[in-house]
């Protein structure tokens, strides 16, 4: 099958989805002209016009509410916020306004739009352009959060949360823009809300979240080098949880760790171990564990960046060391 | 810097009133009538009967600003309130038990009792789209349901109340920028009510709020938002210019309010002599002594009006009160669409 970076996967499903539905549109920071901080949105301006790809001012806050208002009266936004780290700007129109409108107005209201954001940890962008905060985003009943890691994710992904009719957050990895994978032409949709076992394993479960599933694949290669067979999860959705996949691996192979590029205290790993713990404590062997990045900002220094971050070894010794407790 | 344009005291001269029919000026005369009495009962119902709680921030001396906007306005048009959004809600002409069920928190309610008063004022059936309780926010999705108007080329416009304090939000600067660079037709309506809850507009602003919203390159009001007519005029030309995509526009409609902040609040901030000399400028009692004195209508028409307000409002209490809460259960099924 033909293949695409995970950049391309994105830009294609939303290429394809403007071709079909005259409701979509984009707004955000130099996503026109200049293609997007990253390139995701290269071409679409070309292809599409200046109607249609909106290059806005450095205005997080009112692309997002520009993006509430629309979407409630019928458009259907595709908006971008340049980094993760960006998005407390934006907060209140997301969580406050966005995630609640449908509750608060007993229903009479739907925004309904994508807020594509991405995190850069791995590149040396420092403390305030690299975070991964998709914990933040628990608490927000009503938004529904993704963050693919292949490119046949994000293609699948993004399509159906352009079908959703909740405020949707779309998480991209920086690292792995450039990955390639197998990705069909023709539409498909990735449920939102559906984890995927991308690995098969009776010893241990190793939830893993966005550019950590790779990691934690090739830290289970290792572990079956010493006949440990883990088995894999990206869980893919951050909110709603795939409860039952994650619960049913650790009811199987009754140990469990969790993997990511966020800080560990308060990460969306600290919710994975309280499912476990409300869901299959009798079956657990061995106390949870997680493989994050430690509790202090990101530093700039490459080589102390490198130290900073989780990896497929940190995964391994992790795993070693639950599976021998 | 656009001009700024200043429309006051419309209704003090015969030639003033003539500037439009008999029916415009009974239609607002009626609507603030209808709002005042409606925030009487509900200030009667907090604070006598115990039948509201929760922050409840009354619309009384205001009127003039929500009626002469709304009679410029389409059935059509959007608009976007604010926590202190009872009286959009009554000119709008939401049902009257809707929006007192909703201040008691049951299910006839405009949001089913999950919104309160301060989100009252969302009726789709009404295009009332939002009622934020964010200063501020509701100014760019203005932009964006502006963005929207543009897109789908439809004749309406939105228009988007907020308070004073508004302006001083970062959500301002982002949103009239948007707005003003995309030129949507939004009528931006500043209900400058000379207090930021406590905080006096002479220590929250070093210059006029006009001559802030001005600075975008928006067409700009200044209105004597004491007075319905003046407030009319403002608005129907700020919707034409809308509608001839010289959007987005801007009023500062300068009134006050009869109460504090909240309905616990005493506003002792407030200096007295201010507090007289704003109360002398009330607005309906101004405009029924124009209105009556011009023989655009007579005493007993106003009362009139007067008592219709009264029945209306005393049925649809009964109605409201009647009304049972939501069930537990189904709030599990109003978090996602």
């Known amino acids: ?220 290669e290792k572990l079956s080098a010493k006949g440990i067979e883990a088995e894999v999860i990206d869980v893919r959705t951050v909110q709603p949880i795939d409860r039952e996949t994650i619960v049913s691996s650790v009811k199987k192979t009754g140990r469990l760790l969790y993997t990511s590029d966020e800080m560990a205290t308060g990460s969306f790993g600290a919710e994975i171990a309280a499912i476990a713990m409300e869901h299959a404590f009798e079956y657990l062997k061995a106390p949870f564990t997680r493989v994050c990045a430690p509790d202090i900002p990101v530093p700039f220094s490459p080589p102390l960046e490198k130290e900073y971050m989780p990896n497929g070894e940190k995964v391994y010794e992790a795993a070693l060391k639950i599976y021998n407790f | 810097m656009a001009g700024i344009r200043t429309y006051s005291n419309t209704s003090s001269t015969r030639e003033g009133l003539n500037t439009v029919g008999k029916e415009a000026l009974i239609s607002m005369l009626k609507k603030m009538v209808l709002a005042r009495r409606f925030e009487e009962k509900v200030e009667d119902l907090y604070l006598r009967m115990a039948l509201i709680s929760g922050p409840c921030h009354l619309y009384l001396g205001m009127e003039a600003v929500a009626a002469g906007v709304s009679e410029a306005l389409t059935r059509d048009d959007y608009v976007l309130a604010t926590y202190r959004g009872h009286g959009h809600a009554v000119v709008r002409g939401v049902p009257l038990e809707r929006i007192f069920a909703e201040l008691m928190g049951r299910e006839l309610g405009t949001c089913k009792g999950l919104g309160g008063s301060m989100h009252a004022a969302t009726w789709k059936d009404a295009n009332l789209l939002l009622a934020t309780a964010i200063v501020g926010s509701n100014i760019p999705i203005a932009a964006g349901v502006g963005l929207a108007i543009k897109k789908k080329k439809e004749e309406k416009i939105v228009a988007c109340f907020f308070g004073d304090g508004a302006v001083n939000s970062g959500a301002f600067n982002e949103g009239l920028n948007l707005a003003s660079i995309w030129k949507v037709p939004v009528l931006y309506v500043c209900e400058n009510n000379q207090y930021a809850m406590s905080l006096p507009v002479s220590m929250g602003f070093s210059t006029s709020i006009a001559e802030r919203a001005s600075s975008y390159g928006c067409a700009t009001y200044v209105v004597d938002g004491n007075d319905p007519l003046s407030v009319y005029t403002a608005a129907k030309e700020a919707r034409e210019l809308c509608r001839r995509n010289e959007g987005p526009c801007f009023i500062e409609a300068r009134t006050y309010r009869l109460k504090g902040h909240g309905i616990y609040d005493k506003a002792l901030y407030r200096p007295e002599e201010e507090v007289k000399s704003w109360t002398s400028k009330e607005p309906i009692e101004n405009f029924r002594r124009r209105l009556v004195e011009e023989g655009i209508i007579t005493q007993q028409e106003y009362d009139e009006i007067e008592r219709e307000a009264a029945e209306r409002i005393s049925e649809a209490v009964s109605r409201a009160r009647a009304s049972k809460y939501l069930d537990f259960s189904s709030l599990y099924n109003l978090v996602y669409p």
């Open chain 1, 1 to 220: 099958m033909r293949e695409l970076t995970y950049m391309e996967a994105i830009r294609e499903a939303i290429s394809q989805a403007m071709e079909r539905d005259e409701r979509i549109f984009l707004l955000g920071e130099d996503i026109g002209a200049y293609g997007g901080a990253f390139g995701v949105t290269k071409g679409l301006l070309e292809k599409f016009g200046r109607e249609r790809v909106i290059d806005t001012p450095i205005s997080e806050a009112a692309i997002t509410g520009a993006a509430v208002g629309a979407s409630i009266v019928g458009m259907k936004p595709i908006a971008e916020i340049m980094y993760m780290d960006f998005l407390p700007i934006a907060m209140d129109q997301l969580v406050t306004h966005a995630a609640k409108l449908h509750f608060m107005s007993g229903g009479q209201l739907k925004p309904s739009f994508i807020l594509r954001t991405q995190y850069s940890l791995g590149r040396a962008h420092g403390a305030q352009h690299s975070e991964f905060l998709p914990s933040w985003f628990l608490q927000a009943p009503g938004l529904k959060v993704v963050a693919p890691s292949t490119p046949y994710d994000a293609k699948g992904l993004m399509n159906s949360c352009i079908k959703e009719g909740a405020p949707v957050l779309f998480i991209e990895c920086a690292m792995l823009y450039r990955t390639k994978g197998e990705v069909p032409e023709e539409y498909y949709e990735v449920p939102i809300g559906k984890a995927e076992v991308r690995r098969n394993g009776t010893d241990i479960t190793i939830v893993a979240l966005s550019r950590m599933v790779w990691e934690a694949l090739a830290a289970a």
